[in-house]
């Protein structure tokens, strides 16, 4: 997996009381993401491994965890068309 992101300039988004609101302007959709997703979304552009970083300084999870978790995550965001590998 590219460990760089960027958002789809289609996505509208902004931060309500901790979480992501995505808005798929082209879709209509909206997407609420919980807060490691939120926290994900928001530093998409740091890479992986900056994000691997700091989700295990803010979070209980081992690095491996937060690393699935987070490639995971991005590979779903990339299926729903909200971001893509540069």
């Known amino acids: ?5 960027k ?3 289609d996505v509208s ?3 309500v009381e901790g979480q992501a609101v995505l808005i798929h302007n082209k879709l209509g959709e909206l997407q609420v993401l ?5 926290v994900v979304w928001e ?3 740091e890479g992986v491994d ?5 989700i295990t300084s803010e979070y209980n999870v081992t690095e491996e965890e937060a690393r699935k978790d987070i490639e ?6 990339k299926e ?3 971001v893509f590998a540069e």
């Open 1 to 5: 997996m590219s460990h760089h992101f």
């Open 43 to 45: 530093h998409l552009e």
């Open 13 to 15: 988004w902004q931060i």
């Open 50 to 54: 900056k994000l691997v970083e700091r």
């Open 7 to 9: 958002k789809n300039p």
């Open 80 to 82: 729903v068309g909200a």
């Open 34 to 38: 919980n807060d490691v997703g939120s």
């Open 72 to 77: 995971t995550f991005i590979q779903e965001l």
